[in-house]
């Protein structure tokens, strides 16, 4: 948790949201089950379940009936209990429970922070479903659209969807302050001058690796990347060899669950309006950091 700010405040109701129509029925039943719910997002997103997917059921049974929904990035034991307290019982969240890709636990079978973890979901009869591939499948990639969102920037963003914004002039310190305020950020690591003027900026939410970040920074076009998750010694480290040659270019990083929770938010909002008389709230999972200044 961020001291910056209450995530009372960042927690919404969907339920009153009106940005998004569903352009489908919705479920008639008032309590639909997990498995009725996750065939829905999946029967919207991909058409048909996926071949290979890590999306699925972490935690719970698929029979049971839905008291309430949240979305996060990621179900950590805060996330958990603030289910909890509001009697909900099913958590949609964006990355692993149990910090592998695959939630592989064969590994974890004695470690105390596991079994600790799992016997909060259990105990509290608690569903977890993993929602990564499918919301992904979506286009304009909802994830993107949800942080554009968050920036107030979906009016600046090119129309194929894909994270690249024309915004207006702003120096690259100028726009760390709109992500700290926007996203409640403690502190943007950065690379590149202050004063560097931006105009075209390129968003890349979650963990992506350092090749995509090259080649789209490394675009005459384009004046900063703004992303997730970096492995500090490519995409960064390109910058900055970028900076020291001279070349106006700016590099800044949000964190890997700052920039995807804006997404698990918008599934809120897609979802709330598809099942009437289910309760649905978007918990973000904030940065795991706080930072010692
Ligand atoms: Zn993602």
């Not at 961020?2 to 008639?28: D, I, M, W, Y």
């Not at 019982?89 to 149990?98: A, K, L, M, V």
């Not at 970028?242 to 997404?263: C, N, R, T, Y």
Request: a neutral charge; hydrophobic letters at 40%; proline letters at 8%.
């Amino acid at each position: 948790m961020q001291k910056t700010r209450s995530s009372s405040r960042r927690e919404f109701l969907a339920v009153t949201s009106t940005v998004l129509a569903a352009t489908v029925p919705s479920l008639a039943a008032e309590e639909p089950t997990i498995g009725q719910v996750i065939e829905r997002i999946i029967g919207q997103c991909a058409g048909k379940p996926l071949a290979q997917t890590v999306d699925t059921l972490k935690t719970g049974d698929p029979s049971w009936k839905v008291k309430g929904i949240s979305t996060t990035f990621m179900a950590t034991r805060e996330v958990i209990e603030k289910t909890v307290q509001r009697g909900f019982n099913f958590i949609i969240t964006h990355e692993p429970t149990f910090w592998n890709h695959t939630d592989d636990t064969s590994w974890l079978a004695q470690n105390p922070v596991y079994l600790s973890k799992r016997r909060l979901a259990e105990d509290n009869k608690i569903a977890i479903w993993r929602c990564h591939d499918y919301w992904h499948t979506l286009k304009p990639d909802p994830v993107v659209a949800g942080l554009a969102k968050a920036l107030g920037w979906e009016k600046y963003m090119d129309p194929e969807g894909r994270g690249i914004c024309t915004i207006p002039p702003a120096s690259l310190q100028e726009l760390a302050a709109h992500f700290k305020e926007k996203l409640g950020l403690q502190a943007v690591p950065a690379v590149g001058r202050k004063d560097l003027a931006c105009r075209r900026v390129a968003l890349i939410v979650g963990a992506s690796p350092g090749r995509p970040q090259i080649n789209l920074l490394s675009r005459p076009d384009i004046d900063a990347l703004v992303v997730g998750d970096i492995n500090e010694w490519e995409g960064c480290e390109f910058a900055r060899d970028a900076v020291q040659a001279g070349m106006g270019k700016g590099f800044l990083v949000l964190g890997h669950a700052p920039s995807e929770d804006p997404g698990m938010k918008y599934l809120a909002e897609w979802l709330s309006p598809q099942l009437p008389g289910v309760p649905i709230v978007h918990i973000p999972a904030n940065s795991p950091f706080h930072f010692f200044l």
